[in-house]
């Protein structure tokens, strides 16, 4: 126990001698923290929030590479997979040290853009209704004029990276489509095999 202790040393004449000295209190470490969130859909931006007691140093680390000696600290995932957060902490002596560890679970996300406007009038630019998709497998699309008909319908693959998908290039039947505005409905399938459906309208411009 941490306190002042005397020792006394006597030899074989019955002589004596004392010797105070202090035991210092040892000092117990609980590394301890908080990640908020500790899963979601990447891109993933964690806040870490240590809550360890009676520590004065820290070290962190993800999947056993040295991350940050801060007391708090975040990070920011833009990959899917599962990542080990390692705090080790200690009190002035890293022969005594702590730790403790969470995993971080990143997921992966679709993204989807589909424009409101494209002009196919031949220019080269803008000449096809497109869409941008990540993580995506399959994209269904039925497009519709404002009378409910069925002005091309496709089916189109993708491979899971940042893509730019065609849908129509504005003719129905090898005739061009007249302007005004168009309803699409797209029945995507993620790289995971969930199927999200998107519906809205779009202007087609030939000028």
């Keep these: 126990l941490s306190d002042n ?50 520590a004065t140093d820290y070290e962190w680390y993800i999947d056993g590479a040295f991350w940050d000696n801060t007391t708090h600290t975040s990070t920011y995932f833009d990959t899917a997979g599962i990542y080990n957060v390692m705090l080790y902490t200690y009190n002035n002596n890293p022969e005594c040290l702590d730790s403790f560890a969470l995993n971080i679970i990143v997921e992966d996300t679709m993204t989807v853009r ?48 940042n893509q730019t998908i065609t849908i129509w290039d504005g003719n129905s039947q090898s005739n061009p489509a007249t302007e005004g505005t168009y309803f699409y409905k797209f029945d995507i399938t993620d790289v995971k095999g969930e199927v999200y459906v998107y519906q809205g309208f779009f202007h087609l411009v030939r000028d």
């Excluded at 209190?25 to 908080?34: D, L, Y």
């Excluded at 000449?127 to 008909?149: K, Q």
Aim: glycine fraction near 6%; hydrophobic fraction near 30%.
């Design 114 to 161: 589909i424009p409101n406007v494209f002009t196919p009038n031949g220019d080269f630019s803008n000449d096809e209704f497109t869409i941008d998709v990540r993580r995506a497998n399959e994209i269904h699309a039925i497009i519709l004029n404002r009378w409910g008909n069925v002005m091309h319908e496709t089916t189109e693959q993708s491979n899971g990276t």
């Design 5 to 54: 202790y005397t020792v006394t040393v006597t030899d074989k004449n019955g002589c004596t001698t004392d010797s105070s000295f202090l035991l210092p209190q040892e000092i117990s470490v609980n590394a301890q923290f908080i990640a908020n969130p500790e899963s979601g859909f990447e891109p993933l931006n964690v806040q870490f929030t240590n809550t360890t007691q009676n």
